[in-house]
Every structure is written in C-alpha cells, then in structure tokens.
C-alpha cells in the first residue's frame, strides 16, 4: 500500500473553515490526527481560487452571521441553546485570531415590520471581515495549527473511503491510503465526483438536492433607509423566500461557479463605496437528484460569460424611471430573465415599497443571476455521525449548514465531543 503511515485516531477531510474549526479544539490533545486537503496550504494559495487550500471559502467575503435560525440547521439538529453558545464561541475564537477588528453590526426588527405576517426580518449579530482581515484570521489560526501535533498533507484530494473491520482506508487521487480510527468528512459543497460517487456506494446519502436561485437587485443607497436605520443589512424572510448578502453602498461583481456566470454581492470596504444597495431575492428549489438541479441551472445560466440584466421600469412599468443609477457590474442586455424568478422579485419590491413608503425607482437593476448551492443531504445523528459507526460530516457536505458561522459551529461542536 503506497503511503501507509499507520492508524491515525482521526482523518479529516478537507481543511476549510468547519475543519478548521475543529481542528482548534483539537490541537494540543493527544490525538493522532491527520488533515488531508485538496488544494494548497495557506501560503501557497492562489487568491482567485476561494475552493481550495487551507480555510477553504473562509477566505472570501468572510461575513459571519450569528443566529441559529440564520445559515443553516443546527438549532433543528442540536438546539436553539447549544447552537447560540457554539456560535459565540465562534465569534470569540475569531477575535482570538485578529477578528476583533472586523466591522461588527446588530440587524435587529424594524419597526415598520412588526405588523406584517408575510414579510419579516432576522434578528442576527454580524461581523464582517471581509477578504483581507480573513486572511489574517485564517493565517493565524494556519500558524498556531502548524505548531501543534496535527499533521497536514496539501494537494491530496481525498476520492475513496472504505470502511475496515477497524477503521477506514482513505485513498486519495494520487494514489496514496491512509488508515483511521474515524473519518471526518469536511468537504465542503463542492463535493468530487469520483468521492461522491464513492460515497453513494456507503448509501450515506438522503435522496433530495436542493439550490436556492434568485434575481440580484441592485438599486438606490437609500431604497432601505427606513427599515436599514444605521445598519448596513436587513435580513429579511417573505415566505419561503429570503434576502442574502445586502450590501449597502457596495458594488454587485461577477462570481463564477461551476462556470457560470453569477451575480454576487460586495462591501463598500472592498474596492471603495458606491451610491448604491444591493441583495439577492433567493427562493429554494427542490429536485429528485442532482442530475435534475444541474439540467435546470444549465438551461438558466446557458454557456454565457457574464451575467444578464434588465432595469426593473423597462420590465414593470408602474415603477417609474426617475433617478439616475450606475450599474456597478457590466452586463448582457438579454436575454430577458426568466418569468419564475422575474416575477416574484417585482412583486417583492412593490412590497417593500408599500411597507417603507419609499418608492423603488424603475432604474433599480435585476441582475441574472445568483445561485446558493447545497450538497446532497448526507443523514447524520446528533452527534454529525452517519449511518456507518466512526464516519462523520461536518460543515456544508453534512446539509446541515450553509453559512460560515454554522460551518464553523458545527467544527466547534464535533471538536469539544472528540477532544473529551
Ligand atoms: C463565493 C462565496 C462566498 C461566501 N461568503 C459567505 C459569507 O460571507 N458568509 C457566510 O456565512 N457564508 C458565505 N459563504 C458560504 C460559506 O463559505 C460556507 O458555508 C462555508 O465555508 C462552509 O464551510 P465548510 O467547512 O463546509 O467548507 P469549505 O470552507 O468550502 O471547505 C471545504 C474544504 O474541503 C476541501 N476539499 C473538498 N473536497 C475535498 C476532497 N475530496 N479531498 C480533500 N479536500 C477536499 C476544499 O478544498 C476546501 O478547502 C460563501 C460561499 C461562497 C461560494
């Protein structure tokens, strides 16, 4: 067997931001551990590549949100209680690691939405690092891992799991296995297909695949004053849809994923303020398999190199151009956005403007599109453990979390069970 380095109690897989999570809770302990990670190390990382390396997506926009109905479903899993003191412990590891200087922020109920059934906000703690004070962050946190007993292995992507009488034979793409007492799985929701399709054979899996997609709407800096007050977001729920990433006087860039091309959100601090706001309206989307979610996002995103816009006035006439506003992403003009997407994202803005009485301006963009992937729900206890006894998933391929905080809460969680 190439590479057999004997029985490590503990594999983890991936070294991202659930892992390393974890992993602080597990340097210093007399634990055999061993990380094997797809992309780089911290210091080798290719900073237009947010996937892989040590930190995984910790090290892009870096905001955390904390509130356990927000991100993700630890409070389902572990309880409102259990979840908002992992949560703090997050903030606090944070601050232990440079975070204490990252734009803090408390998005509480406005006022005028008290009285509303369909259209409520988020009570949520927020602190925003943004890429450059992530960094820092996720070197600290590299150094201080570095130091302590854990071993790390970079550029070994993990593509086979096989559970042993004892433990688990690990193979990665290079051909090398490694053995544990127990696998931690912290991949990530950019899951391998050569592992997926391993993982499908230990039937770990739950059947549904879900993406949540939706219109970016880039309109006027002051559009939300009224429910914003001082603070920069507004998180807000209007039935099963829900507003992410807002970003007053921020700019909407280009994000590739899985090669398309998507309209995402960024802070002011980033590449300086604009006069503009913007969000994305995301509505969940529920298919049979993932062949059935990737066969919809092709038809929707096509093979297009940027994203596509209208503005909102050319589409829904009743909102009046008035206004002037700079698009901050340069976009395609047509094809027109689909219908299912297009419509509800009218609607809410007419809402919103009843509810603010402040009139949304018919040069208000909609960019399409933005798309939140989930990975294939892996069924886990309580405990983050599958089906298999010593096989774990933490972070976003357990489809548990999708948020940093919960990503990271969930790390915390298994690493204080472990280290016991
Ligand atoms: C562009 C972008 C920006 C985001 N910004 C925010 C934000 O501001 N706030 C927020 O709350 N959420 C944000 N999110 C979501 C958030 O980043 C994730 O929820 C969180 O990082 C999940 O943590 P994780 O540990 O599960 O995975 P990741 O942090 O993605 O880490 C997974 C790691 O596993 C490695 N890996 C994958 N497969 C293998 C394999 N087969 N073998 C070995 N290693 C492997 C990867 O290389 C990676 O390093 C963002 C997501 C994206 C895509």
Not at 93 to 100: E, I, N, S
Not at 213 to 235: F, H, M, N, S
Not at 245 to 254: A, F, I, S, T
Not at 396 to 407: E, F, I, K
Request: charged share 15%.
């Amino acid at each position: 067997m190439k590479g057999a380095q004997g029985m490590y109690d503990y594999i983890l897989i991936g070294a991202g931001v659930s892992s390393v999570f974890a992993l602080l809770r597990l340097q210093n302990t007399a634990k055999r551990i061993l990380v094997l990670e797809a992309g780089p190390d911290f210091n080798q990382r290719d900073p237009q590549d947010l996937y892989q390396g040590f930190g995984g997506l910790g090290l892009a926009e870096g905001k955390y949100n904390f509130a356990p109905d927000f991100g993700g479903a630890l409070a389902a899993k572990i309880g409102v209680g259990p979840t908002q003191a992992l949560l703090a412990k997050v903030a606090q590891t944070l601050d232990t690691f440079g975070g204490q200087h990252a734009l803090r922020y408390v998005a509480a109920r406005p006022a005028q939405l008290r009285h509303q059934r369909d259209l409520v906000s988020v009570a949520c703690t927020t602190q925003h690092l943004g890429t450059h004070l992530s960094r820092t962050v996720f070197g600290n946190m590299y150094q201080a891992l570095k130091a302590s007993q854990i071993e790390f292995r970079f550029q070994q992507k993990v593509q086979q799991i096989t559970p042993l009488a004892q433990g688990f034979a690990v193979r990665t793409a290079l051909g090398d296995t490694y053995r544990g007492q127990q696998v931690i799985l912290a991949t990530g929701v950019a899951v391998d297909p050569v592992l997926a399709a391993n993982l499908r054979t230990l039937s770990i899996f739950s059947t549904q695949t879900r993406v949540d997609v939706g219109c970016r709407i880039e309109t006027q800096g002051t559009a939300l004053d009224v429910l914003l007050g001082t603070d920069p977001e507004v998180k807000l729920r209007w039935g099963e849809r829900y507003t992410y990433c807002m970003n007053k006087h921020g700019r909407v860039v280009l994000k590739r994923q899985h090669n398309w091309a998507m309209a995402d959100g960024q802070n002011y601090r980033e590449n300086g303020a604009t006069s503009n706001l913007n969000f994305t309206l995301f509505q969940p989307h529920y298919f049979a398999s993932s062949s059935a979610a990737q066969a919809y996002l092709t038809a929707l995103f096509q093979d297009r190199s940027t994203v596509i816009g209208q503005r909102l006035g050319d589409v829904a006439p009743q909102f009046a151009k008035g206004q002037l506003l700079s698009p901050t992403l340069a976009y395609q003009k047509g094809p027109a956005l689909d219908a299912d997407l297009l419509k509800p994202a009218i609607q809410f803005l007419d809402l919103l403007q009843q509810v603010t009485k402040t009139p949304i301006d018919g040069q208000t963009m909609l960019y399409g599109y933005d798309a939140k992937f989930y990975p294939t729900q892996v069924k886990t206890n309580a405990q983050f453990e599958t089906g298999i006894p010593g096989l774990y998933c933490i972070g976003d391929c357990s489809g548990a979390t999708y948020s940093l905080a919960q990503a990271a809460a969930s790390g915390v969680y298994l690493g204080q069970i472990i280290a016991k």
